[in-house]
């Protein structure tokens, strides 16, 4: 028992030597007053951009940025976007979509068919602060694996953006590439005809992930022979088109990504053979309230898809928030959403010629919900679309990559009681310049639409950050409208936090342990 008691002595006096014996001192009580986690700057990220088109008349741009003084780099910095393997083969974790061993690869980053071999670096980025940009035609383009570490990962943004010039889906097709999770949601999926929609999932990891595909249409759950135990591959993407899950056509419904095992990122995208197309980005996650922000003054159609996931109906209050305030549409105050099903009504000339936002309410703790809205700006056979889903606040920054001059229109809502102070910085040009900062005030219940400022002496691209300053809450969006022989092309990013920083709790060594 003496030894015992000697030995634990002896440790207790080498970790004081090695740790310090600040908290051997410590109070008489035992009670220790907690510490606030501080808060630091993320060490990696992760963004997963899918194929972007099957089209031989279309251009993809890719635009990666992070937000930063340039020339922070520094020498353990890197950001790269590698190109992934085609899904639905169960090759070997290091063969590429055409069984042959990544090292076969030839020197131009090309396999023996032409098509780019996985792993390939499509885009890097150098240093924060100025975007970096990479362009193909290819109608074989892979989806795209991007990882960023040190300086460059903190709030490190892809866009890609397609213009399709003719076929079912033309229009311009843009999507925020995304980060790896276990579970979306996007209501204003469609099965019906005349749309294909198909959901491309990526796997970033070393190891192959589970996904099941779920659809709920008006009627609740749709039966699919399909849909579930779907294998992604490592390091690979799974297109799905989502009408070959069932039988039952639906014009409105909600997908739901479920992974079982590993993560994906995902993302719809929709074609419409008389009406242009976009990609469909996941919905907020459910909550009791929603805002989808940014829809255009000029959209002659809207209409909104509202799904409950829950056991418990929603009900749900409507309001458009416009330059001067909310209002209620007429028609359309309030919305009934049943459990396990979707809702979808067509909210027409909401806007009458004003741009702005709409904000989802239930009264007191309501049920969750999750919803988007297919937007769509022109008539006939002119007509594009795009697709706007309810966007979680700015916590404290957020950045949409590649805006373009005279094209880019940035959305800003308050949605509470508060207005909300921030400030939107467009960096130097992907080709020259230097960045510009604007402070603006958001009303509260408004919506605020500004072109960002133009950065100095800027060439090519641009990025755009918006920073909250003070104030309640605020939501944002971006719209790049790129016109073409009359069709007015457009598509809509929502802007939600950039999660660049994580809580890290305060640790303290506490030696009393030993003696417990």
């Known amino acids: 028992m003496k030894r015992t008691t000697l030995s634990l002595f002896g440790v207790s006096a080498a970790l004081a030597a090695v740790t310090g014996v600040a908290v051997v001192a410590g109070p008489a009580d035992s009670a220790r007053t907690a510490r606030a986690a501080e808060r630091l700057p993320v060490q990696r990220s992760t963004a997963l951009c899918p194929a972007p088109t099957s089209s031989d008349v279309a251009e993809t741009t890719y635009t990666a940025f992070t937000p930063g003084p340039a020339g922070a780099g520094g020498k353990k910095t890197a950001a790269d976007l590698v190109a992934a393997a085609a899904g639905g083969r169960k090759d070997d974790a290091a063969k590429g979509a055409n069984g042959k061993d990544a090292k076969d690869k030839k020197k131009d980053g090309k396999d023996d068919k032409g098509a780019v071999a996985p792993g390939t670096t499509v885009l890097s980025l150098k240093e924060p602060g100025k975007p970096a940009t990479a362009t193909t035609g290819r109608s074989d383009a892979p989806a795209l694996i991007g990882g960023a570490e040190g300086a460059l990962a903190p709030g490190w943004s892809v866009q890609q953006t397609t213009v399709v010039s003719a076929g079912s889906g033309r229009g311009l097709h843009g999507l925020s590439c995304t980060a790896p999770d276990t579970s979306f949601w996007f209501p204003g999926a469609s099965t019906a005809k005349g749309r294909q929609d198909y959901v491309h999932l990526t796997n970033p990891d070393s190891t192959a992930a589970v996904v099941d595909l779920e659809l709920y249409g008006k009627d ?147 049920a969750p919900v999750v919803a988007a809205l297919r937007v769509t700006r022109g008539k006939d056979d002119k007509q594009e679309t795009a697709f706007i889903p309810a966007t979680a606040a700015i916590e404290r920054r957020g950045t949409v990559a590649d805006n373009r001059a005279k094209a880019t229109t940035l959305a800003l809502v308050a949605p509470g009681k508060e207005a909300a102070q921030v400030k939107v910085t467009s960096s130097a040009g992907s080709e020259g310049g230097s960045p510009v900062s604007k402070s603006y005030t958001v009303k509260a219940g408004t919506t605020l639409t500004v072109e960002p400022p133009q950065p100095s002496g800027a060439k090519g691209s641009y990025a755009v950050t918006v920073e909250r300053v003070s104030g309640g809450p605020v939501h944002a969006a971006r719209m790049l409208a790129l016109p073409k022989d009359g069709l007015p092309m457009f598509t809509v990013q929502p802007l939600p936090d950039d999660r660049s920083t994580v809580a890290v709790p305060r640790a303290e060594q506490d030696l009393s342990m030993l003696n417990r």
């Not at 990504?257 to 907020?284: F, M, N």
């Not at 109906?313 to 309030?334: V, W, Y």
């Open 220 to 366: 609740g759950r749709i039966k699919a022979a399909v849909g579930e135990g779907i294998t992604v591959p490592p390091r690979s993407t799974v297109p799905v088109l989502l009408s070959t899950l069932t039988d039952a056509p639906a014009d409105s419904a909600t997908l739901h990504v479920a992974a079982r095992s590993g993560r994906v990122g995902a993302a719809v995208q929709a074609s419409d053979d008389k009406a242009g197309g976009d990609w469909l980005p996941a919905s907020a996650g459910p909550a009791a309230s929603a805002v989808l922000p940014g829809i255009p003054a000029d959209a002659t159609s809207v209409r909104l898809v509202a799904f409950a996931p829950g056991a418990d109906d929603a009900d749900l209050k409507l309001r458009f928030a416009g330059p001067n305030g909310s209002i209620t549409p007429a028609g359309h105050e309030t919305l009934h959403v049943k459990s396990g099903m979707t809702t979808a009504v067509d909210l027409g000339d909401l806007t009458k010629g004003e741009a702005g936002s709409l904000l989802l309410t239930a009264d007191g703790g309501g």
